[in-house]
């Protein structure tokens, strides 16, 4: 009896005897070393994906992509004419190749260990092992430069997006409780620069303005913009500057992580970045960036897909919660077109970006079998 046909409890029940499988399968999955600015590891990874897909019956199409590795899209079709659910993941990691030198897969008390696991490899396993005698139309799509902003799959999952009925992120769950995510911040960077005027420090200092003195001020008023009420926040992360300590600084910049939690605040946060005024009006300000990922907002349409998603895990036998997290997906973009999109399937676990990055692997067969459950209830 094929996934789609079995009722809730043996759909669970036949997840759970392939889980030692799924594991394996996961294993395979993070020793393929795939990190977003390794174009040959991700190409390699996608190649050995769409021989898996195809083996699954499904039409595989390679997105050539110059920069990044080739996004894949596998079509799988059924006897029913609805719109198809869109999948959606990505294959790049943050991890270097050679990270598994130090970061082993390794299995310890009940959790898989490796780098990427959790983010997200484990949701394209689940993606796979769900996909049994589809009920409906299916299309995954699994992008190569989710971790750097999405420039070359945004159009593509866009396109894909605006044909389906709704849309399910692979991303992992939030935390260890494997809250679903209805809301997710938009995201941005700015980049403030400062052009000063170069002295010597001892012979000439009257006669330099310092780019670092200007742009650390500036940072204090970049600050103020921090907003917790309303979800919005900034953080200094890169600063540069100066050239030796016994010259007064010519140039200087910082790089600013921006987020909102609401669409209608990026405007509002875009003003203030571009109101910025020297203190020293010898000084030259130069602002460029924005919010390029637009914020995942908890609309009806999220809702109601988290309500069919609350009544299939209690179908399964489990409870599964909601959560608004600061972190952006390409979910962010499917949303904000207003197709219905419903993030965090993916794995239980924690540690994303971290040496400590694991799942718990008795999850696995449930989330695997929620999936499921869900396409078959869109």
């Given at each position: 009896?094929?996934?789609?046909n079995k ?11 392939r ?9 395979q ?8 600015f ?7 990874f ?18 050539p ?108 769950s ?13 995201v ?26 200007e742009?650390?001020?500036q ?26 300590t ?26 203030k ?19 390029n ?24 036998g ?15 973009f499917?949303a ?13 676990g924690?540690g ?17 079998a929620?999936l ?7």
């Amino acid at each position: 009896m094929s996934v789609a046909n079995k009722v809730p409890s043996q759909l669970l029940a036949s997840l759970h005897a392939r889980r030692r499988e799924m594991v394996e399968f996961i294993r395979q999955l993070v020793e393929r070393e795939s990190p977003s600015f390794n174009k040959r590891a991700v190409d390699s990874f996608a190649q050995s994906l769409a021989k898996t897909l195809q083996r699954s019956g499904a039409r595989v199409r390679l997105h050539p992509v110059k920069e990044f590795g080739n996004h894949v899209q596998a079509d799988f079709a059924a006897t029913s004419r609805q719109k198809p659910i869109l999948l959606l993941g990505h294959m790049d990691t943050v991890w270097d190749v050679g990270a598994l030198k130090t970061m082993p897969v390794r299995e310890k008390n009940g959790r898989l260990f490796g780098p990427g696991v959790y983010d997200m490899k484990t949701g394209i396993a689940q993606m796979i092992f769900a996909l049994d005698a589809l009920p409906r139309p299916v299309t995954i799509l699994l992008v190569s430069d989710e971790e750097v902003r999405s420039a070359t799959s945004r159009p593509i999952l866009e396109a894909l997006a605006k044909q389906s009925a709704a849309v399910f992120v692979l991303e992992p769950s939030a935390g260890l409780k494997g809250a679903l995510k209805t809301a997710r911040k938009g995201v941005g960077e700015y980049q403030v620069k400062v052009t000063g005027c170069a002295a010597h420090a001892g012979l000439d200092p009257r006669n330099g303005h310092s780019a670092i003195v200007e742009l650390a001020r500036q940072i204090e008023r970049i600050a103020a913009f921090n907003g917790a009420r309303r979800g919005i926040t900034v953080n200094p992360g890169i600063i540069r500057g100066g050239t030796r300590t016994n010259v007064v600084a010519a140039e200087a910049e910082v790089e600013v992580d921006a987020r909102v939690a609401r669409l209608l605040d990026a405007p509002l946060l875009d003003r203030k970045f571009r109101s910025l005024r020297p203190f020293d009006k010898a000084c030259l300000l130069q602002v460029s960036g924005g919010i390029n990922r637009p914020p995942l907002e908890r609309t009806p349409a999220v809702i109601a897909l988290f309500r069919k998603a609350q009544a299939a895990a209690r179908e399964l036998g489990f409870e599964v919660d909601e959560a608004s997290v600061g972190g952006g997906s390409d979910g962010n973009f499917t949303a904000a077109l207003g197709i219905p999109t419903l993030d965090g399937l993916g794995a239980v676990g924690e540690g994303a970006h971290a040496h400590d990055e694991s799942i718990v692997i008795a999850e696995i067969p449930r989330r695997t079998a929620l999936l499921a459950r869900l396409i078959e209830l869109v």
